[in-house]
């Protein structure tokens, strides 16, 4: 198995740009994750997923950010409009309920840079 | 979901065992404790968990006061690879749930 594959790995963009950020999680898992990892706050959630339907987004910070998972293999996440303070590494991680998800599975992240 | 309080760093020579505490003294009888790492530019890497009974796999072991209300992760023969964050969770468990990270233990393993 290839693992979560995220996509971009890095991304530079300029204030006021759309920013677009790609999950596909391991086959057969029926939870996603979102998480931001920043120096000052540490590694975050910003919102669940199960079977494809939001649970949480307690932790998305500002209506510019969005999810969506249109299906069980992809998800998006996106900035709109960016700002520098959303300069971040954004982890994409997968889990499955039927092993008791016990143990979730991160992605290699996006580094996010707004200049 | 109890809150979780840990050195914040520790050195471990090559080839000795690490030993990294967690204190959890508020956790609830239904609370996992979850061990996870970092390794600098990587995403997060399960090692282990446990409710109530020490728990061993290739990694690690996990050992839990008859309390509750600390652990300790063992690297048996701790090796320079195993230089990263690691984050001591507590959580209920509801099949999924998210996870909360605290600040963790940076360990550095010396040659």
């Known amino acids: 198995d290839a693992g979560v594959i995220q996509s971009p790995r890095h991304e530079v963009t300029e204030m006021g740009q759309e920013v677009t950020l790609r999950c596909k999680p391991i086959s057969g898992h029926d939870y996603l994750f979102w998480y931001r990892q920043t120096m000052m706050r540490g590694l975050e959630l910003l919102i669940y997923?199960?079977?494809?339907?939001?649970?949480?987004d307690s932790g998305m910070p500002e209506d510019r950010f969005s999810a969506k998972m249109p299906n069980a293999s992809f998800s998006t996440l996106k900035i709109q409009p960016s700002e520098p303070r959303d300069s971040a590494v954004y982890f994409c991680a997968s889990t499955y309920s039927s092993g008791g998800g016990h143990e979730q599975f991160f992605g290699p992240g996006t580094r996010l840079t707004v200049l | 979901d109890a809150k979780t309080t840990q050195p914040t760093s520790m050195d471990c020579a090559e080839g000795r065992a690490a030993n990294l505490p967690c204190n959890h003294s508020?956790?609830?009888?239904?609370?996992?404790v979850y061990w996870y790492r970092q390794i600098h530019s990587q995403g997060p890497q399960y090692i282990i968990h446990?409710?109530?009974n020490n728990e061993t796999n290739e990694m690690a072991s996990l050992i839990i006061t008859e309390d509750r209300k600390s652990s300790t992760l063992i690297l048996p023969h701790a090796t320079l690879r195993d230089t990263a964050v690691y984050y001591c969770?507590?959580?209920?468990?509801?099949?999924?749930?998210?996870?909360?990270f605290g600040q963790g233990t940076e360990l550095s393993v010396k040659p």
């Open positions: 969770i507590v959580r209920y468990y509801n099949q999924g749930g998210k996870l909360i």
């Open positions: 997923f199960n079977n494809n339907v939001p649970i949480d």
């Open positions: 508020t956790i609830s009888g239904n609370e996992y």
């Open positions: 446990g409710l109530k």
